[in-house]
């Protein structure tokens, strides 16, 4: 599967004019923003049952089933920054 989780672009603009010695950057931030995966549940990385500590050997008979998972939430952030 294929993922992109976190991204983050920003620009600072510098000198602008009526604002000396001020800094203002403006910036965009996004999480669990695709997924590309041939797997029918929610998310490949995710097992909502854990393997009991005495029996490792059936460490994968749960393995790939979302039993009450929940999917990833895709977010959004947006601001901007004024420093003097």
Sequence with gaps: FIRLSNLSLGYT??????????????????????????????????????PSPNDPNNADVSSGINTGAYPNPRTWTMGIKVGL
Excluded: C, K
């Design 13 to 50: 603009f510098n000198n602008i004019p009526g604002m000396e010695n001020a800094d203002v950057r403006i910036y965009v931030s996004g999480q669990n923003l695709f997924l590309i995966t041939d797997y029918s549940g929610y998310d490949p990385e995710h097992t909502s049952r854990t």
